[in-house]
C-alpha cells in the first residue's frame, strides 16, 4: 500500500525529469523507430508529385517560432520536393512574426537545389489584412504584393510574367498554426477552384478532418507526425538521388514515441494505483463500522 | 557559426533555461524572460505595423504619390483609438460599424459557399460509396444528429430525445479524446524542439567544438 500511495503522491517534477529524459535519450542515441506515412499525407505528396514541371504552387506559411518544431519541418520538406520536381513555389506568410523563420527555410532549399529568386520561386514576405491579402491575390498577386519580402518589384519578376492570380496555381497549400486553413480554402481554394492540402498543428487537426472528408483538401499532415511521413515520403522517392538527409520530425519521432509510451504507462499505472487504494479505503471502511 | 550566431545561441538557451526553471517552481528568472518576451513581441508587432503599414500604405502615399485615399481609413483607426479619451468615444462606433459590416459582407457568402454547404453536401451524401463507405456515411449521420440533439435544450432529455443525445455525448467525447490526444502531441513536440535545439545547436553546434579544441589545445 505504500508503493501505491508512493506512486499516487508522486512529486510532478520526477515526472517531469522522466518526461526529460525520455526526449533528449532518443535524440543522443537515436532509436530508428519506422515511420509509416498514412494515406492523408500521402494525399498531399502524390498530388504534388503528379504535377508538370514548371507548375506554379501558392504555399502560406501562416505560423510563427512558436509551432516551429511542429511545422518547419514540413515546410522545408515541401520546398524541396517543389524543387526536385522543378515546381515554382511562390510562399508568403499572413502571420507577422512568421517572415525570419520562411526566409531561412527558402534560402537554404534554394541553395541547395541552385534555384534562383524571382525566376523559380518567390518569397513574398508578410503583408498586413489576412483576409484582405487572400481576395487581393485571387485578383492580382503583384498588386497585392508589389515588392517581395527583399523589395524588389514582383511585377517585373519573370516569374509573374506565367501567372498573376491564385486561380493560375496548380495547387494551394497552408501550413498553418492557426485558423488559416479555413481562411485559404473559403476564400482562396474553392472559390478559385484550386486543389488545396493543408499542414497544421497537432492541436487544430480534429478541426480540419471534415474538410479532408468532405475532398475539399487533398490532404492533410497534421503535427510533427504528419511532418515526419512527409520528409519519409520524400527521403524514400528522391532521398538517394539529390542526397536528402533525414529532417528535424523524424528525428524528433523516436522522442515522441517514448514520450507518448511513458504518458500511456502513466495513465494505466496511476489508474491501477487508484482502483487499489479505493478498494483499500473501502475496506478500512467497512472494518472501523 | 558567425560570432554573431554563437552569441544569439547563447541568448536563446539562456532564455530556455529561465523558462524552463518554472518547471522546479516560479522564480525571478522565469517572470524576467516572460517580461522579456512580452516586451519584445510587443515591440515587434508595433514596428510590423509601422513598417508594412503606416509608412507605405499611409505615409508614402499621401507624401510621395500624392494619394489622399488613404486618410479616410487612417482617420477611422484614429476613431478608434479615441476610446481611450471618454468624450469622444462616440466616433470609434463610426470605425467599428465599418469593419463589422464589411466583414460580415466579406465572409457570410464566401463561409457559407466555401465550408458550410460542401460539409452539408458531404453530410446528406446519396449512399453509394459501397459497403465501407455507406458504413462511414451512416456513422457521420448518427454522430452529426445526435450530437445536433444534444445541444438542443428547448425539449427535455428524456426517453427518445435523452437517448439520442447520450448518442451524441459519447460521438463528442470521441471528438474531446482525439483532440487531447493530439494536444499533447502538439505540447511533446514543442518540448523536443527546444531539447533537438539545445543539443543539436548548442551542444554539438557550441559546446562540443569548443571541448575539442580545448583538449587539442592541452594536448599540444
Known amino acids: 500500500m505504500r508503493l501505491v500511495q508512493a506512486i499516487l503522491n508522486l512529486d510532478r517534477r520526477v515526472i517531469y525529469t522522466i518526461v526529460a529524459l525520455s526526449v533528449a535519450w532518443p535524440l543522443i542515441q537515436p532509436l530508428k523507430l519506422p515511420v509509416v506515412p498514412t494515406p492523408e499525407v500521402k494525399g498531399i505528396f502524390d498530388t504534388i508529385d503528379a504535377l508538370p514541371a514548371g507548375s506554379h504552387i501558392l504555399i502560406g506559411a501562416d505560423f510563427d517560432p512558436a509551432s516551429k518544431p511542429e511545422l518547419l519541418p514540413f515546410l522545408e520538406a515541401v520546398l524541396a520536393h517543389c524543387f526536385v520536381k522543378d515546381l515554382k513555389p511562390h510562399l508568403l506568410t499572413l502571420w507577422p512574426s512568421g517572415p525570419g523563420l520562411m526566409q531561412t527555410a527558402i534560402e537554404k532549399e534554394a541553395k541547395k537545389f541552385g534555384k534562383q529568386s524571382g525566376v523559380d520561386y518567390c518569397f513574398l514576405g508578410f503583408r498586413y489584412g489576412t483576409l484582405a491579402v487572400v481576395l487581393g ?79 475539399q483538401l487533398t490532404g492533410l499532415a497534421g503535427g510533427m507526425k504528419g511532418s515526419a511521413e512527409y520528409e519519409k515520403l520524400l527521403l524514400d522517392k528522391y532521398g538517394q538521388q539529390y542526397n536528402i538527409p533525414p529532417g528535424d520530425a523524424i528525428r524528433g ?35 472501523s463500522a | 557559426m558567425t560570432p554573431g550566431e554563437v552569441i544569439g545561441t547563447w541568448i536563446a538557451v539562456g532564455l530556455t533555461l529561465m523558462m524552463f526553471s518554472f518547471i522546479y517552481r516560479d522564480n525571478a528568472l522565469f517572470r524576467i524572460g516572460e517580461h522579456l518576451y512580452l516586451g519584445i513581441s510587443v515591440g515587434y508587432f508595433v514596428n510590423i505595423q509601422y513598417w508594412q503599414v503606416i509608412a507605405p500604405d499611409v505615409y508614402r502615399a499621401i507624401r510621395v504619390d500624392h494619394n489622399y485615399l ?92 435523452g437517448s439520442a443525445s447520450k448518442i451524441g455525448l459519447f460521438f463528442l467525447m470521441i471528438g474531446f479524446g482525439a483532440s487531447f490526444g493530439y494536444t499533447v502531441m502538439a505540447r511533446v513536440s514543442l518540448l523536443i524542439g527546444r531539447i533537438q535545439f539545445l543539443y543539436y545547436d548548442w551542444f554539438q553546434g557550441i559546446i562540443w567544438p569548443w571541448f575539442q579544441v580545448a583538449i587539442l589545445h592541452r594536448a599540444i
Open chain 1, 137 to 215: 491575390m485571387a485578383s492580382s498577386i503583384p498588386a497585392t504584393f508589389v515588392t517581395d519580402f527583399y523589395g524588389k518589384p514582383t511585377s517585373s519578376m519573370p516569374i509573374y510574367q506565367e501567372v498573376t492570380k491564385i486561380s493560375q496555381m496548380k495547387y494551394l497549400l497552408d501550413v498553418a498554426a492557426g485558423a488559416t486553413v479555413e481562411l485559404w480554402l473559403a476564400y482562396g481554394a474553392q472559390p478559385e477552384k484550386v486543389p488545396m492540402g493543408a499542414s497544421c498543428t497537432a492541436v487544430s487537426a480534429t478541426q480540419y478532418y471534415p474538410y479532408l472528408q468532405a475532398k
Open chain 1, 253 to 287: 519521432m523516436d522522442a515522441q514515441s517514448m514520450v507518448h509510451l511513458f504518458i500511456v504507462l502513466s495513465i494505466i499505472i496511476a489508474n491501477i494505483c487508484f482502483f487499489i487504494q479505493t478498494r483499500y479505503e473501502r475496506k478500512q471502511r467497512r472494518a
Open chain 2, 70 to 161: 488613404p486618410l479616410i481609413p487612417a482617420i477611422l483607426g484614429i476613431f478608434i483609438l479615441l476610446r481611450l479619451v471618454p468624450s469622444l468615444a462616440w466616433l470609434s462606433r463610426m470605425s467599428f460599424a465599418l469593419i463589422i459590416g464589411g466583414a460580415a459582407g466579406l465572409t457570410i457568402p464566401n463561409n457559407i459557399h466555401g465550408l458550410f454547404l460542401p460539409q452539408l453536401f458531404e453530410t446528406l451524401r446519396p449512399f453509394d460509396a459501397g459497403l465501407a463507405g455507406n458504413l462511414n456515411q451512416i456513422i457521420i449521420l448518427i454522430a452529426v444528429f445526435s450530437v445536433i440533439i444534444f445541444f438542443f435544450f428547448s425539449l427535455e432529455h428524456k426517453r427518445l430525445v
